[in-house]
């Protein structure tokens, strides 16, 4: 006898395959099967398969998504900012809160002060959420260490979490996020100190992308361009903290690098828009942040729509501006916030957010890509978005390996 064709099969579901430009590639009673961690089989249910698979899982109905892609998070870090929370609630901004020290400078001060022990043990929590509610793989910043030594433990316990937890983990390098105290007043001091780290780094094998926060309480765009040229010098891809708080063309300034992503952009202009259009830069939304610091200025979305650019929607998790740790819950905030269609926001949390990590081997079910997918307690693919709290997240795979 021959050995069987398939490591493992899921039968009783509907998928959701996204397979195509539009639709959600709906397959009633459909069956996927995978080979080495890569899907083999993804259609219509057929008796034989199953009797060539070593495993065979069968559902009573729900549907079968690919795995969620959670393009930009900042989920290593340690402490909390309740307190600053309860001090916006009485009025005072998050400018204001950043200009007195506070802010991402005090996550700055609790992560350099936590062993990398420390800092992983209360950062894996985050990550183990993000995988129960359908996450498969994870993109995590530094950003909150802004010395050598602290920026280093931050990407290493990213990829300690990713080796712990069996996800693909994405580190992206964000030292230029704040100015740490040792450069008060010298931005561009501390911009050529963090571009001397990036090469040790790199050879680390702890960087997969590089971002900045462009932004008046962030880097200038030439602060911001000197960072991505040191990336480029590399052969590292960019993404950036774009047009967030107000428009200093930053979507523009990413496109110009042929950046994988600008992220926010709540505030870019419709020159940004086209320059990404034209440079294939994923739009990536954070509506958590958005609902978090009670923003009104929506990211230019029919001129995205109008202009082509595939959205992504993370949840941007991190202590500040966006304490959220379920992508589901980030899309339902998508469509409430934003007015993403429910297939826009599935769409935004997998195809387009593996686009905005470079990844074009997951997103979507189809023979040949990774074997990423989640099994959904859902009779319909829009209760994704419907639904604020609770789980419908039955079965959570990575590469066919139950995660979740
Ligand atoms: N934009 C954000 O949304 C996060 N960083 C950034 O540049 C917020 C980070 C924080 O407040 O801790
Ligand atoms: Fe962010």
Redesign the pocket.
Known sequence: MNAPRFDGIVVGATLATLDAYAGYGMVEDGALAWKDGVIAYAGPREPMLESDSVEVHRFAGGIITPGLVDCHT?LV?AGD?AAEFELRLQGAS?EEIARAGG??LS?VRAVRAASEDALLAESLPRAQALLADGATTLEIKS??GLDFENERKMLHVARRIGESLGVTVRTTY?AA?ALPPEFANDPDGYIDAAIGWLPELHAQGLVDAVDA?C?GI?FSPAQTRRMFEAARELGLPVKL?AD?LSDLGGAALAAGFDGLSAD?IEHASEDGVRAMAERGTVAVL?PG?FHVLRETKLPPLELLRAHDVPMAVAT?C?????PLQSLRQAMQLASTHFRLTPEEALRGATVHAAQALGLHDRGVLRAGMRADFVHWRIRRPAELCYWLGGNPADGVFAAGERIA
Do not use: K, M, V, W
Not at 318 to 322: F, K, L, Y
């Open positions: 900042h870090f900012r998050y802010g991402i996550t950003g909150y964000l996020h926060f932004e962030g903290h967030q926010h954070l942040a941007d991190n202590p500040g501006t966006s």
